[in-house]
């Protein structure tokens, strides 16, 4: 959710620490602050309220200088956004604090500090803490001890990274469900929350395991597990370029990365089709024995990857015959139910780090299911490290907070999973040949609907005074009309709801009048003649509609109904070009109401707290 950056060096860290929270703000941008024990051996530290620019100016009007320092960009769980709540946290002027995750403990813990006589500036959980550490220096602990004594007391999720006046030359660092990542130089070492915040510095990374601790200096490392027991992690070179890419002629990372789609599928599919049929070893090692034994699936995610899951379910059981259930990971954690006999768990995260799928991942294992899979975009994270088979969507880096290319090349690892299940549920090699064929004309074919876009920057007008909409879609256009929904309430701030068609009657069809815009997707398949009729339904109560529609569908404009004609395209992929139009319009409507398009306000990119 936040970001964390730190760096031990023989140079000045605080451009490198600026610069990493830069890359690192899609995380998380209420606050960012940075504490750098200077060359007199003293912490000092500037936290700003606003972006990383507001903290990036007052670096610059009152420079920090020295070479161990620590940063942070936040996202607020615990206190509203302020000067006081921003991290690092300060404790005795001795120790600096940075921290992702949440203290589920933190009020009986400050109780407990207070008592000792520390004071508390913040409304955080963090800053319980940083007080904890410093109780343990005080006791003649060093940094190490007293961070490995302090977390025995935390009970929640936490990457922490620490400094302390009297060790000027190391950052001690440790992680318990919130990802932390080695960063390795000459002369200099590095931390960070995510490996893209290093890139311009380095690229030699390890990855910290769960219950790790880590000390940095400019000269050396160490790492300890869980049991404290020294330990070598693998060091991994990464040579593709991740870190972000500059928006070249877009105005928003947004717009740049709906139109990145036609190439991102086209490497998502690279090397996972044969001729006419998928190649389930893209899956890894262990997937033909694993699918072998495959006789359910049952999906967990969160957010936009939720509404992936959704559709996969009308894949996986309509063309695999395979039993399927989707649940939202925050709910999948907290309830009773009854695990079928060689099950798939299957994750599906953008990140790799969402809090509440990492957290049903490791429940998982210990309920029963067979075997654990993940589709996911980061190759490093934790969910295709703990997970037994991982695909991953190489969508590249995805800086917009409101997901695009990571959704629709989720949508394709989902139909390449559900061709590989088929198949051993008796899918006719003819049939898999259709999909095959369809995937790979899927690039072109987004192309295609990607020249929609001046047409939809038109339709988005009817939207600028618009504070309400509702997004209707029948079959496995429901959920897409539910992503649909999610782009436009995150981005634009209209309230947006998404409806299964055939339900108006039962409900909404009360909040259908003319300041209503319904918005539908309507494929030219076997459910068009159903949909057809419920739109009815809102033109007979005055509503408006705006309708993405086949060419072949039968649609018309009129005074009532704007209409976008999509191309034609196979059932099968439907579901992932009408994706597109919505994106696009979402989009539009946005930059209309003048809000922060890839900054949406309260959200961040990677949900890694519950």
Not at 160 to 178: H, T
Not at 363 to 384: E, R
Not at 395 to 411: C, D, H, N, W, Y
């Amino acid at each position: 959710m936040c970001g964390i950056v730190g760096a031990a060096a023989r140079r000045e860290v605080s451009a490198i620490l600026v610069e990493g929270l830069k890359r690192l703000e899609y995380r998380g941008y209420d606050s960012a602050g940075v504490a750098i024990i200077d060359n007199d051996g003293l912490i000092g530290s500037h936290k700003r309220m606003g972006k990383v620019a507001v903290l990036d100016e007052a670096m610059r009007t009152n420079p920090l200088s020295g070479v161990t320092g620590i940063a942070h960009t936040r996202w607020a769980t615990h206190g509203q956004p302020s000067e006081e709540n921003a991290h690092p946290h300060i404790s005795g002027d001795r120790i600096a604090l940075v921290h992702n995750g949440i203290i589920e403990n933190h009020k009986i813990l400050r109780e407990e500090l207070t008592a000792q006589g520390y004071t508390f500036n913040s409304q955080t959980d963090t800053e319980t803490i940083v007080h904890l550490v410093h109780s343990e220096v005080s006791k003649g602990f060093g940094l190490l001890e007293a961070v490995n004594a302090a977390v025995k007391k935390l009970e929640g999720a936490f990457g922490l990274a620490v400094i302390d006046k009297n060790e000027p030359d190391r950052i001690i660092c440790a992680r318990s469900g919130s990802p932390l990542v080695l960063g390795l130089g000459l002369g200099e070492n590095f931390l960070a929350s995510d490996q893209m915040a290093l890139r311009q510095v380095t690229d030699r990374f390890i990855y910290l395991e769960e219950g790790d601790f880590a000390e940095i200096t400019p000269d050396s490392y160490r790492i300890w597990d869980a049991q404290h027991k020294e330990v070598a992690r693998k060091i991994l070179r990464l040579t593709d370029k991740t870190e972000a890419a500059n928006k070249g002629n877009f105005r928003h990372y947004m717009l740049k990365e709906i139109f990145e789609q036609p190439e991102v599928i086209r490497n998502t599919l690279r090397g996972r089709l044969g001729n006419n049929r998928v190649l389930e070893q893209a899956f890894g090692t262990e997937a033909a024995k694993i699918f072998d034994k495959t006789k359910a699936v049952q999906i967990v995610a969160c957010g936009t990857s939720y509404h992936a899951g959704m559709v996969a379910q009308y894949w996986i059981e309509g063309i695999a015959g395979v039993p399927c259930r989707v649940e939202v990971a925050s709910e999948f954690r907290y309830r009773k139910f009854v695990v079928q006999d060689d099950t798939l768990l299957l994750t599906i995260s953008q990140s790799g780090e969402t809090a509440d799928s990492l957290a049903a991942l490791r429940l998982a294992k210990t309920l029963g299911y067979a075997s654990t899979m993940t589709i996911c975009n980061v190759a490093q994270s934790s969910l295709v490290r703990e997970s037994d088979l991982a695909l991953m969507t190489e969508a590249g880096p995805e800086i917009g907070v409101a997901s695009t290319k990571a959704f629709t090349t989720q949508l394709v690892g989902l139909l390449l999973l559900t061709v590989v299940l088929g198949r051993r549920q008796g899918l006719e090699p003819s049939e898999e040949e259709k999909i095959v064929n369809a995937l790979r004309k899927l690039p072109e074919m987004l192309e295609e609907t990607l020249k929609l876009d001046r047409d939809i920057k038109k339709m988005s007008m009817s939207f600028s005074e618009k504070n309400h909409a509702l997004f209707l879609g029948r079959g496995a256009q429901w959920p897409i009309a539910m992503e649909g929904a999610l782009k436009l309430k995150e981005i634009s701030y209209i309230h947006a709801e998404s409806y299964a068609a055939g339900e108006l009657k039962h409900g909404p069809l009360a909040l259908v009048d003319s300041d209503m815009p319904v918005i539908a997707v309507a494929p030219n398949d076997e459910l068009l003649e159903k949909l057809k009729s419920n739109l009815e339904e809102v033109q007979a109560r005055g509503g408006e509609l705006f309708v993405f529609a086949d060419k072949a569908s039968g649609f018309s404009s009129s005074d009532d109904v704007s209409l976008i004609s999509v191309p034609n395209v196979p059932d099968v992929i439907a579901p992932i070009i009408y994706t597109i139009p919505l994106q696009l319009l979402s989009y539009h409507v946005a930059v209309l109401k003048g809000t922060d398009v890839d900054q949406p306000r309260n959200l961040a990119k990677s949900v890694t707290v519950e």
